[in-house]
């Protein structure tokens, strides 16, 4: 074998843990609604989970289940001097093995879901949301058609590109939220038009909320879509 020959690669199915963080009631039956909601890249479900607190989500009738990005690294950005004392983040996906890791965060995402829908009544409303890189995840996920979500909330990015959104589209079976801050560093006026102008161009329904603000979740703005779908 040629030495310049590339090396084969071997891929496996393996078992691994993964974590959700939850707040809300314990008891399906106080359950009105049931919330899936995506982190961005370098977050951690515990500190994602967090905002969703009383002060805008969690008012004692909403499930919130903050799956966590299968792949947790040190996060260089903090600059430590040795990972004992570096932060910990989680990501849903890189370019490597691409197919692959999209086909692993649908998985995981599906069983999450299964485990805490099971117990609820068929009547529970269920919404995604997705921050940042969790946009991505969340819109393949339910564009698989796997969920059926009444509302699919994306927050500081655009859906994943590659997706279908004609009229067999199963994005069109959920109510479409498209959320961003006015001072978003990574949302550029042109990258916004270009994304709303693709959904028009397909019929693709969607509301378009923003907030003063940059790259972040606004309690304000998701207090009143939690409340009712409206802006502020």
Known sequence: MSITE??????????RFARCAVRGPSDPAAVRELWIVLHGYGQ???????????????????????????????????????HAEASVGASWMTREERT??????????????????GPLPRTVPVTVLGFSQGVAAASRWVASGQVHASRLICWGAALA????????????????????????????PERVTAERARLD???????????????RLDDATLKAIAADGTAP
């Open 6 to 15: 590339p090396p084969r690669i071997a891929r496996f199915t393996v078992r």
């Open 44 to 82: 951690l479900a515990t500190e994602f989970a967090a905002i969703f607190g009383p002060q805008n989500v969690d008012d004692g009738t909403r499930l919130i289940v903050a799956p966590e990005g299968l792949s947790r690294f040190y996060d260089a950005r903090s600059k430590p001097e040795a």
């Open 100 to 117: 692959f890791e999209i086909e692993d965060q649908i998985a995981w995402l599906q069983q999450a879901f299964e485990a805490f829908v």
């Open 161 to 188: 590109p590659e997706l279908d959104i004609g009229p067999a589209s199963p994005l069109r079976r959920s109510q479409l939220y498209l959320v961003l801050g006015l001072r978003d560093r990574y949302a550029s």
């Open 201 to 215: 161009a397909a019929g693709l329904p969607y509301r378009f909320l923003s907030f003063e603000g940059g790259h």
